[in-house]
Structure formats: structure tokens, C-alpha cells
């Protein structure tokens, strides 16, 4: 018989994503702690759709992985969650991350316009204004 443990940032990563105007999440931590585990009981107990990627498969991630991660949660609907584990990796990811939160920010403002929903949602790092931490602690 197996024991799940559910990763005590989950809740509080839950709780600030069903927030009205949800910022960009970050799960930081060490080596080790249950990042990406907790990301996927996240994933797991979410009722809305939810698309995941890992930049750690890629042999050269670039910009261009990172819209179309992007674009594929959108396709989902405007409630979609989007986690991107280990996007550190991907060259000037910020930058792209960026542009991406703000073009879906300009599009919600336009008269019918999608809603900006949940659409991202990293796992490490994002722009400083438009993300939260949550800190990942082994247990």
C-alpha cells in the first residue's frame, strides 16, 4: 500500500489561483522537496483543464516552446492552468513570459476579448508585478 503526502504549499498555491485576479505563480525550493509533485497533485484536484510541460525533456527549448505551451492552455478555455516545470532553462524566458501575460491582458481589456483566466501559471520564476512565491520546503 502506497501513502500520498500532499505537499503543504499546494493549498496556499490553490487558494491565491481562485484568487479574482490571480498573478503568474512560482514554486520555488531546493532540489528535491516536492516541487513538481505538488504541482501535479495541483493539477489532480483542479476541476478547470490544465495543461503541463517540462522544459527538463527538451534538448533546446526556446521562446518559441514557450508559446506554444502557452497557446495549447488557452485552447483549453479562459480557466485554464498552465504549469511550466523547470522553465528556467528556456533562454530569456522572462521576457517571453512577459509578453505573453501582457498581450492576454490587452486582449481582455478589448471589447469581447477573452478573460486572461489562469492562463499562466510557472512553476520557477516569472516578471516581478505580475507574480507571487510560493515557497516549496521539504517536509
Not at 505537499?7 to 487558494?15: A, Y
Not at 513570459?97 to 469581447?112: H, I, N, Y
Request: proline letters at 8%.
Amino acid at each position: 500500500m502506497s501513502v500520498h503526502y500532499r505537499r503543504r504549499f499546494v493549498t496556499e498555491l490553490t487558494d491565491r489561483l481562485n484568487e479574482a485576479a490571480p498573478l503568474i505563480q512560482v514554486v520555488v525550493g531546493p532540489r528535491q522537496v516536492g516541487k513538481t509533485t505538488g504541482i501535479q497533485q495541483l493539477i489532480d484536484q483542479q476541476t478547470a483543464p490544465a495543461h503541463y510541460a517540462s522544459a527538463d525533456d527538451l534538448l533546446a527549448g526556446d521562446a518559441q516552446w514557450l508559446r506554444e505551451q502557452w497557446q495549447h492552455a488557452r485552447l483549453l478555455g479562459p480557466n485554464a492552468l498552465l504549469a511550466i516545470d523547470e522553465v528556467q532553462k528556456i533562454p530569456n524566458w522572462p521576457e517571453t513570459v512577459k509578453a505573453l501575460w501582457d498581450a492576454e491582458a490587452r486582449r481582455a481589456a478589448r471589447p469581447g476579448g477573452a478573460p486572461p483566466g489562469r492562463a499562466a501559471r510557472l512553476k520557477r520564476g516569472a516578471d516581478p508585478g505580475r507574480r507571487d512565491r510560493v515557497p516549496c520546503r521539504a517536509l
